[in-house]
T-cell receptor
Framework: QKEVEQNSGPLSVPEGAIASLNCTYS??????FFWYRQYSGKSPELIMF????GDKEDGRFTAQLNKASQYVSLLIRDSQPSDSATYLC???????????FGQGTTLQVKP | KAGVTQTPRYLIKTRGQQVTLSCSPI?????VSWYQQTPGQGLQFLFE???????NKGNFPGRFSGRQFSNSRSEMNVSTLELGDSALYLC?????????????FGQGTRLTVV
């Protein structure tokens, strides 16, 4: 089982729609969860972090965490073409704190 | 507040050579982590330094090494370069990654080995 599972996509949504990105993870002891956006040829940019079960909202972004189900998601409301990127959902390892990454989900927002 | 600075941005080296990459973290951040990103493997953890000490190490051969200076700047070195070392090398700056604080990435160094 991979430490972080993400659907590689591409996930295609029309402009203005809600994009839903999902991750599952295997480390039951992990306490910190992050969402990064990475444009092609660029470095990852932190967009959200969440430490507690439930929802956390920041502008058009909502992160959802369910530790019991080992599941974290990101909702992007009113998707824009500029949201087209690869989204990464690393978590902090319970042993060392280092970030454990999956392969990322590519999001395409069509005008 | 300045972000994470990595130099150089691009490098082309030949097999067998060695290379040194530099990372200056955000002011006040003492934790620097290094990652290798390739299309097939995604982001792979190399190592992490905190207060000049290597605390965590990934599953990379001994050709990959690093260090951190008293001002928290970090360098990583790759010796005897192989074609498979071609990748984007990213460093991430954090207050203390072991305390699950947020990590911010530099722009990366793209290394091409020919």
């Amino acid at each position: 089982q991979k430490e972080v599972e993400q659907n590689s996509g591409p996930l295609s949504v029309p402009e203005g729609a809600i994009a839903s990105l999902n991750c599952t993870y295997s480390d039951r002891g992990s306490q910190s969860f992050f969402w990064y956006r990475q444009y092609s040829g660029k470095s990852p940019e932190l967009i959200m972090f969440i430490y507690s079960n439930g929802d956390k909202e920041d502008g058009r972004f909502t992160a959802q965490l369910n530790k019991a189900s080992q599941y974290v998601s990101l909702l992007i409301r009113d998707s824009q073409p500029s949201d087209s990127a690869t989204y990464l959902c690393p978590h902090g390892s319970s042993n060392t704190g280092k970030l454990i990454f999956g392969q990322g989900t590519t999001l395409q927002v069509k005008p | 507040k300045a972000g994470v600075t990595q130099t150089p941005r691009y490098l082309i080296k030949t097999r067998g050579q060695q290379v040194t990459l530099s990372c200056s973290p955000i002011s006040g951040h003492r934790s620097v982590s290094w990652y290798q990103q390739t299309p097939g493997q995604g982001l792979q953890f190399l190592f992490e330094y905190f207060s000049e000490t290597q605390r965590n190490k990934g599953n990379f051969p001994g050709r990959f090494s690093g260090r951190q200076f008293s001002n928290s700047r970090s360098e990583m070195n790759v010796s005897t370069l192989e074609l498979g070392d071609s990748a984007l090398y990213l460093c991430a700056s954090s207050l203390d990654i072991n305390l699950n604080t947020e990590a911010f990435f530099g722009q990366g160094t793209r290394l091409t080995v020919v």
